[in-house]
């Protein structure tokens, strides 16, 4: 099928102009090949490329484009199919637009399409050429540093939060995973996850449960929790737990055995987070917002866990604004790769940022998608990049340490 992939990305310092002319020369015999073609456009910083062709070869092409030591920071913009080529002719031509006026390369640009209708009406690609020539999205590019710019160096300091801790429950525990500040260094909060003792996770302890046992079952959980977390040192930090937002609804003492559970540990409500999935929060979305008053009139904290990951997105916003949201994982997976998810993301931002809702990333794994999150707005994130979740203690942070040659 008729694929379409459009990228930018930005050159690296030791490129020259030369060079590229022969990268060029080189591109046009392999695309004319494969019957790719390819509309490079470079305005002395950046590169703009539109490849279109049979979907396998414009993969391989991107793919070998990708791992290019020429330039970094390739961010795929377009990913599409079209029933006609906009360009015909297949090969590889370079425009530099420093060499002419906007609106003339638009014209030259537009000038070499033959397919009759893609570049006269509103095509998405179109848009992308136009947008790059005039510069208008370029606060939108966050140049990252390669990945290993950064050193993550584990910090022995964490493990004194607290003393190994005992569940006292014996079906299940807690793993605990800091949320940081990884350019302050500072620990923000720790989340409790539930974990049955061959490692399951909430939904496997649940499984066997009918009825409302599953809400009793969420809602003692959360004394354990409490109980651990006392045995840490939290001074400023903040405790983040899960609970079913049924839990609240089903049992109408909840929030009452909650901070009962609270004060027994030594901890503070202020300091309690509630984080609610955003899938079930939108399943009984009456009854939950009721049920959030009492968390709320009680000095608790709502956050949106997995935010992105449901069917409300943005929406729920409209609705119900808790005091922090986490985007989810399938979010932020290359984000620095990704135009759409960056689209996205920064919408996100944007709009928690006008309703002063606090936004944490989580599932971070990369130092890329830390480093792009990082210009992008965000402060606080969890993830495999600075620390696992610990079973019954706060595991050592690995803080990133920017590598001395840089
Ligand atoms: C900005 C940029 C655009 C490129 N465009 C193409 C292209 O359209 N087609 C192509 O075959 N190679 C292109 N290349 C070169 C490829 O990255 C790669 O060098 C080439 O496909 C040869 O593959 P190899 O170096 O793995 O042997 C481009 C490189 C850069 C830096």
């Given at each position: 099928m008729?694929?379409?992939?459009?990228?930018?990305?930005?050159?690296?310092?030791n490129?020259?102009?030369k060079?590229?002319?022969e990268?060029?020369?080189?591109a046009?015999?392999?695309n004319?090949?494969?019957?790719?073609t390819?509309?490079l456009?470079f305005?002395?910083?950046?590169?703009?490329?539109?490849?279109?062709?049979?979907?396998?070869n414009?993969?391989e092409i991107?793919?070998?484009?990708c791992?290019?030591?020429?330039?970094y920071?390739?961010?795929e913009l377009?990913?599409d199919?079209a029933p006609a080529r906009?360009?015909?002719?297949?090969?590889?031509?370079?425009?530099d637009?420093?060499?002419?006026?906007k609106e003339?390369v638009l014209?030259?640009?537009?000038?070499k399409g033959?397919?009759k209708?893609?570049?006269?009406?509103?095509d998405?690609a179109l848009?992308f050429?136009r947008?790059?020539?005039?510069?208008t999205?370029?606060?939108n590019y966050f140049e990252?540093?390669?990945?290993?710019?950064?050193?993550?160096?584990?910090?022995?300091?964490?493990?004194?939060?607290?003393?190994?801790?005992?569940?006292?429950?014996?079906?299940?525990?807690f793993a605990?995973q800091?949320?940081?500040?990884?350019?302050t260094?500072?620990?923000?909060?720790?989340?409790a996850l539930?974990?049955t003792?061959d490692?399951?996770g909430p939904?496997?302890?649940?499984?066997?449960?009918q009825?409302?046992?599953?809400?009793?079952?969420?809602?003692?959980?959360?004394?354990?929790?409490?109980?651990?977390?006392?045995g840490?040192n939290?001074?400023?930090?903040?405790l983040?737990?899960?609970?079913?937002?049924m839990t609240?609804?089903?049992?109408?003492e909840?929030?009452d055995v909650?901070?009962?559970g609270?004060a027994?540990s030594?901890l503070?409500?202020?300091?309690i987070?509630?984080?609610f999935?955003e899938?079930?929060?939108?399943?009984?979305?009456?009854a939950?917002?009721?049920?959030?008053r009492?968390?709320?009139?009680?000095?608790?904290?709502?956050a949106?866990?997995h935010?992105?990951?449901g069917f409300?997105?943005?929406?729920?916003?409209?609705q119900?604004?808790?005091?922090?949201?986490?985007i989810?994982r399938?979010?932020?997976?290359d984000v620095h790769?990704?135009?759409?998810?960056?689209?996205v993301?920064?919408?996100?931002?944007?709009c928690?940022?006008?309703?002063?809702?606090?936004?944490?990333?989580?599932?971070?794994?990369k130092?890329?998608?830390?480093m792009?999150l990082?210009s992008?707005g965000?402060?606080?994130f969890?993830g495999?990049?600075?620390?696992?979740?610990?079973?019954?203690?706060?595991?050592?942070?690995?803080?990133p340490?920017?590598?001395?040659?840089?």
């Open positions: 008729l694929t379409t992939i459009i990228y930018r990305s930005h050159i690296c310092d490129v020259s102009v060079s590229l002319e990268m060029v020369a080189g046009n015999q392999i004319s090949r494969a019957n790719v390819g509309i456009l305005n002395g910083t950046h590169f703009f490329q539109l490849l279109e062709g049979p979907e396998e414009v993969m991107y793919r070998h484009i791992r290019d030591q020429r330039h920071n390739v961010v377009l990913y199919y906009r360009f015909g002719k297949a090969g590889m031509e370079l425009f637009l420093r060499q002419s006026e003339e014209q030259v640009v537009l000038d033959t397919s209708y893609q570049l006269t009406y509103n998405r848009q050429f947008t790059f020539v005039e510069a999205e370029k606060e990252i540093p390669a990945g290993d710019a950064w050193e993550f160096v584990p910090d022995d300091e964490v493990v004194q939060l607290g003393a190994p801790l005992k569940s006292t429950s014996t079906e299940y525990s605990f800091p949320i940081i500040d990884p350019l260094r500072e620990i923000a909060s720790v989340e539930l974990r003792p490692g399951g939904q496997a302890y649940f499984a066997g449960m009825g409302d046992e599953v809400y009793l079952a969420d809602l003692h959980s959360k004394k354990v929790a409490f109980a651990m977390a006392g840490l939290l001074h400023e930090q903040a983040s737990v899960n609970l079913l937002p609240l609804v089903k049992i109408p909840a929030v909650l901070l009962a609270i027994t030594g503070v409500p202020e300091q987070i509630v984080e999935t899938g079930e929060v939108i399943s009984g979305f009456d939950f917002t009721g049920a959030v009492q968390l709320k009139a009680a000095g608790i904290s709502v949106i866990d935010f992105g990951a409300a997105g943005l929406q729920l916003l409209t119900f604004q808790p005091d922090r949201i986490k989810n399938e979010l932020i997976k790769t990704s135009g759409p998810r960056q689209a993301i920064q919408a996100i931002i944007k928690c940022h006008s309703l002063e809702i606090a936004v944490s990333a989580v599932g971070v794994e130092a890329e998608e830390w792009w990082e992008a965000i402060s606080q969890q495999h990049l600075f620390a696992r979740p610990a079973f019954d203690q706060i595991p050592q942070v690995a803080w340490e920017k590598k001395a040659d840089l």
